[in-house]
């Protein structure tokens, strides 16, 4: 079963908007992480922020989180025709060592 | 350093036959995990690995095993094929000694069962 779920499912937009995709889990995290899937190939990881964090920042990428609504946005600015790829949450869960992915956001940036 | 390296990269196979995938991690990582990820299911944990040890598995039927070697190395069998195990096997290696190790995947096995 999937831990996190993922809105929107879709999201299509011109090159030079922002994105934001969000994010909800259902139990207590030690982090939470973001990944990109480019179609038929493996995931790569993006940025992890700890659940006493808030905040974090890398490049043009802005995720924040919020562990009292269990919930996580993902922020892309100025976006590229490069960034089109699937973006997933990923949570590492306090009750063991695995990380259980969400659905997944597929993200379409058009030039 | 050299990626995640999955082998094969594609496999067709019948029902009823069993498949071996491979997977060579980064050097130094001591962690393996694999993933099954279809478009119905998304990203399904199957089970991990440290230290030639089993330490996590998911929900998929004892028809799945795995294993992991002294060199990190790892491969999974899946026995008995049923069309539904058509899917895209994800690995993933990490150093695993602390909590927040990110996952550094392989580009995946697209196993075709017909």
């Known amino acids: 079963s999937q831990q996190g779920e993922e809105d929107p499912q879709a999201l299509s937009i011109q090159e030079g908007e922002n994105a934001t995709m969000n994010c909800s889990y259902k139990t207590s995290i030690n982090n939470l992480q973001w990944y990109r899937q480019n179609s038929g190939r493996g995931l790569v990881h993006l940025i992890l922020i700890r659940s006493n964090e808030r905040e974090k920042h890398s490049g043009r990428l802005r995720v924040t989180l919020d562990t009292s609504k269990k919930s996580s946005s993902l922020l892309i600015t100025a976006s590229r025709a490069a960034d089109t790829a699937s973006y997933f949450c990923?949570?590492?869960?306090?009750?063991?060592?695995?990380?259980?992915f969400g659905e997944g956001t597929q993200l379409t940036v058009n030039p | 350093k050299a990626g995640v390296t999955q082998t094969p990269r594609y496999l067709i196979k019948t029902r009823g036959q069993q498949v071996t995938l491979s997977c060579s991690p980064i050097s130094g990582h001591r962690s393996v995990s694999w993933y099954q990820q279809t478009p119905g299911q998304g990203l399904q944990f199957l089970f991990e690995?440290?230290?030639?040890?089993?330490?996590n598995k998911g929900n998929f039927p004892g028809r799945f095993s795995g294993r992991q070697f002294s060199n990190s190395r790892s491969e999974m069998n899946v026995s008995t094929l049923e069309l539904g195990d058509s899917a895209l096997y994800l690995c993933?290696?990490?150093?695993?000694?602390?909590?927040?190790?990110?996952?550094?995947f392989g580009n995946g096995t697209r196993l075709t069962v017909t």
């Open positions: 990923a949570t590492e869960e306090t009750s063991g060592s695995r990380l259980t």
């Open positions: 690995y440290f230290s030639e040890t089993q330490r």
């Open positions: 993933a290696s990490s150093r695993k000694e602390t909590v927040g190790s990110p996952l550094h």
